[in-house]
Antibody, heavy 116, light 107 residues
């Protein structure tokens, strides 16, 4: 059974960074792309970017190019996303997801709250 | 970027009714479209991929159709557990983009 287990909720101060993790079990992440999606409170879904864990290649949505940094550790089968220069409007739930055609597998989400 | 225009934003329907949600892409996405269901507090769940293929474990009352720029999700014989928000997503081009969502409630 494929499972994506995300790290716990984060409280970050404005201007700081947080690093979220997404540990995959039941599937080798070398064989897929890992995507990240956010959802602001009461809002819709927004695609942030994806990483190819096999070679580290990344693609980002334009608005996240200076906000998010995606990495992956194939030895631990874990994907990471660092969010930098946190602002109040970065407050959201962040999901990792994977799947070839549509995202068949999702993590449970990590709530990031930005507050001083 | 490809814009996904989803309608309606909200929908109220009775048990047993058939409901349809539409999604229009700003350019041809060649059926590279998925539909998701999201219940409050949960992650999205894949319902349909490639515009009309049912994901594993999804009840057959859900179906997808469309091509080019116009797509739809149909739910036959609405059940209480179908109360949720629904999102379309194109994966034809990066950046992948989602529709704004449809909130489905019971009448």
């Amino acid at each position: 059974e494929v499972q994506l287990q995300q790290s716990g909720a984060e409280l970050g101060k404005p201007g700081t960074s947080v690093k979220l993790s997404c540990k995959v079990s039941g599937y080798n992440i070398r064989n897929t792309y890992m995507h990240w999606v956010n959802q602001r409170p009461g809002k819709g879904l927004e695609w942030i970017g994806r990483i190819d864990p096999a070679n580290g290649n990344t693609i980002y949505a334009e608005k996240f190019k200076s906000k998010a940094t995606l990495t992956a550790d194939t030895s631990s089968n874990t994907a990471y996303m660092q969010l930098s220069q946190l602002k109040s409007d970065d407050t959201a739930i962040y999901f990792c997801a994977m799947g070839g055609r549509g995202f068949a597998y999702w993590g449970q989400g990590t709530l990031v709250t930005v507050s001083s | 970027d490809i814009q996904m225009t989803q309608s309606p934003a909200s929908l109220s329907a009775s048990l047993g009714e058939t409901v349809t949600i539409e999604c229009r892409a700003s350019e041809d996405i060649y059926s590279n479209l998925a539909w998701y269901q999201q219940k409050p507090g949960n992650s999205p769940q894949l319902l349909i991929y490639d515009a009309n293929s049912l994901a594993d474990g999804v009840p057959s009352r859900f179906s997808g159709s469309g091509s080019g720029t116009q797509y739809s999700l149909k739910i036959n014989s609405l059940q209480s557990e179908d109360v949720a928000s629904y999102f379309c997503q194109q994966y034809n081009n990066y950046p992948y983009t989602f529709g704004a969502g449809t909130k489905l409630e019971l009448k």
